[in-house]
C-alpha cells in the first residue's frame, strides 16, 4: 500500500515569513496528488491537486506546489505566510483512477504575528 | 447547496454502547467515505462505497459497520463502542474515483468513549 510521509510535523514561523512543507510518496505508479489544509475546529478543505500537466500547481490562498516525479514528491510552498494560515497541513495521495486517499501525518504550522 | 453534512457533531458514548453517524450529501455523489482522525496520525480510511448498495473496508474497518442504502446517506455505526474508538470522524464524497474528482469532507464528529 502506498505511504505518505511529511517531516517536520510541527512547524512555528513569523508573519512574512516563507513556508515550505515536504510531502513524499511511496507509489510507483501514476498518482494524484492533494494538499488539504484544516483551519481550527474546521473541517478539511482543498488547497490544490495535480493531476496531469504542468507540475508546478497553484492554489487558493497564494499557496503552490510542485509536483517531481523523480523524487516521489510534492512539496507545499507560499512566500509570505500570513497568521491566518495557521492550521494542519495533509498530503495526500491516491493511485490514479481511485479516489481513496491516503494521507500523510500532517504538518501543525503555526503563524505568530 | 448544504454539501457533506454530519451528526453528531459531539458524542460522549460510554464503553460497550452502539451508536451510529449520520452522513448526509447533497451532491449526488457515487462515492463516500468515513475516515477517523487521531492526534499526530493524520486521517485513516475507515469505510468507503462507489454507489448505492455496495460498501468495501478501508485500512482500519475493525469495530465499525456502514450501510448505503441510498445514494444521499452513508451511516456509520460504531458497535461495543471501546477507548480506542476515541476520534474525530469525518465523512466525505466524491462524484466518482476517476481523475478530477475533488473529495469534499464533512465538518467532523468529534466522539469520545470513557
Known amino acids: 500500500a502506498q505511504s505518505v510521509s511529511q517531516h517536520n510535523h510541527h512547524v512555528i514561523l513569523s508573519e512574512a515569513a516563507s513556508l515550505e512543507l515536504g510531502c513524499n510518496y511511496s507509489?510507483?505508479?501514476?498518482?494524484?496528488l492533494f494538499w488539504y489544509v484544516q483551519y481550527p475546529g474546521q473541517h478539511l478543505q482543498l488547497l490544490l491537486k495535480?493531476?496531469?500537466?504542468?507540475?508546478l500547481v497553484k492554489g487558493i490562498k497564494g499557496f503552490e506546489a510542485e509536483f517531481i516525479k523523480s523524487k516521489f514528491s510534492f512539496n507545499l510552498r507560499k512566500p509570505s505566510v500570513q497568521w491566518s494560515d495557521t492550521a494542519e497541513y495533509f498530503c495526500?495521495?491516491?493511485?490514479?483512477?481511485?479516489?481513496?486517499?491516503?494521507f500523510g501525518k500532517g504538518n501543525q504550522v503555526v503563524v505568530i504575528p | 447547496n448544504a454539501g457533506v453534512t454530519q451528526t453528531p457533531k459531539f458524542r460522549i458514548l460510554k464503553i460497550g454502547q452502539s451508536m451510529t453517524l449520520q452522513c448526509t450529501q447533497d451532491?449526488?455523489?457515487?462515492?463516500m467515505y468515513w475516515y477517523r482522525q487521531d492526534p499526530g496520525m493524520g486521517l485513516k480510511l475507515i469505510y468507503y462505497?462507489?454507489?448505492?448498495?455496495?460498501?468495501d473496508k478501508g485500512e482500519v474497518p475493525n469495530g465499525y459497520n456502514v450501510s448505503r442504502s441510498t445514494t444521499e446517506d452513508f451511516p456509520l455505526r460504531l458497535e461495543l463502542a471501546a477507548p480506542s474508538q476515541t476520534s474525530v470522524y469525518f465523512c466525505?464524497?466524491?462524484?466518482?474515483?476517476?481523475?478530477?474528482?475533488?473529495?469534499?469532507f464533512g465538518e467532523g464528529s468529534w466522539l469520545t468513549v470513557v
Open positions: 466525505a464524497s466524491s462524484r466518482t474515483g476517476g481523475t478530477g474528482n475533488t473529495i469534499y
Open positions: 507509489y510507483g505508479g501514476t498518482v494524484n
Open positions: 495535480y493531476f496531469s500537466g504542468d507540475p
Open positions: 495526500a495521495v491516491t493511485p490514479y483512477g481511485n479516489n481513496r486517499l491516503a
Open positions: 451532491m449526488n455523489h457515487n462515492y
Open positions: 462505497s462507489v454507489g448505492a448498495g455496495i460498501t
